[in-house]
């Protein structure tokens, strides 16, 4: 995490290969990318390092994604997110404290996949553009992005409608303006 940028670098991640689990680089040049931290969640983020500096469980520097690394020759100190023993979260732990917080919040499971999902979703239905989506869900082509979004919802083909009824209305009104006969009162 860059602090003084408030950005967050995502270099190599954690995959689960049958019984073991890898830390690895990102699986496509794409995928290795920044994203912009809201400030709340970088200010929190600062108070959580400087409690992890106090109590010795973070260090400078991140695992070398270049190298295939076995979860148990893993150092937390070097990860944002750890469970209580300073080890990263481990994939299928973070799916389950997202299956223990819907139910307990009354909400119908999902997935983290879908929770992605929703997120590109709601960015292209609030006018965000495509290529920008695309590249904050880290997809390898604009084309994977819009196959799998653009025609996926109410809201966007209605927006579409729209504004080429807005289209076709000003159009149609300025041919009328030009063939429309005047009345003179007498």
Same mark, same amino acid.
């Given at each position: 995490?860059? +602090? ?8 190599? !991640? ?6 073991? &689990? ?8 794409? /995928? ?5 931290? =809201? ?7 600062? #108070? ?10 973070? %260090?400078?520097?991140? =695992?070398?994604?270049? *190298? ?10 070097? +990860?944002? @997110?750890?469970?209580?023993? @300073? #080890? ?19 909400? =119908? ?18 006018? *965000?553009?495509? %290529?920008?989506? /695309? #590249? ?5 082509? &604009? ?18 409608? !729209?504004?080429?009824?807005? &289209?076709?209305?000003?159009?149609? !009104? #300025?041919? @009328?303006?030009?063939?429309? =006969?005047? +009345?003179?009162?007498?």
């Amino acid at each position: 995490i860059d +602090f003084a940028s408030n950005e967050l670098k995502i270099e190599g !991640n954690l995959i689960t290969t049958g019984k073991d &689990i890898l830390y690895k680089s990102t699986k496509t040049e794409g /995928s290795a990318s920044t994203v912009a931290l =809201p400030e709340w969640l970088a200010d929190d983020l600062k #108070k959580y390092r400087a409690a992890r500096i106090n109590n010795g469980t973070y %260090a400078l520097g991140s =695992p070398d994604a270049d *190298v295939i690394t076995p979860y148990s020759n893993l150092d937390g100190r070097q +990860f944002v @997110c750890v469970d209580s023993n @300073c #080890k990263p979260l481990r994939p299928d732990s973070i799916l389950k404290r997202l299956k223990s917080f819907q139910r307990a919040n009354g909400l =119908p499971e999902s997935t983290l996949h879908d929770l992605r999902h929703t997120y590109g979703t709601l960015l292209l239905e609030n006018g *965000v553009d495509i %290529a920008i989506i /695309s #590249k904050a869900l880290r997809h390898s082509s &604009i084309k994977i992005t819009s196959d799998t979004y653009v025609d996926s919802t109410t809201k966007i083909k209605r927006r579409a409608t !729209n504004a080429m009824e807005q &289209i076709i209305s000003f159009s149609h !009104n #300025k041919e @009328c303006a030009k063939s429309a =006969p005047t +009345f003179n009162e007498h």
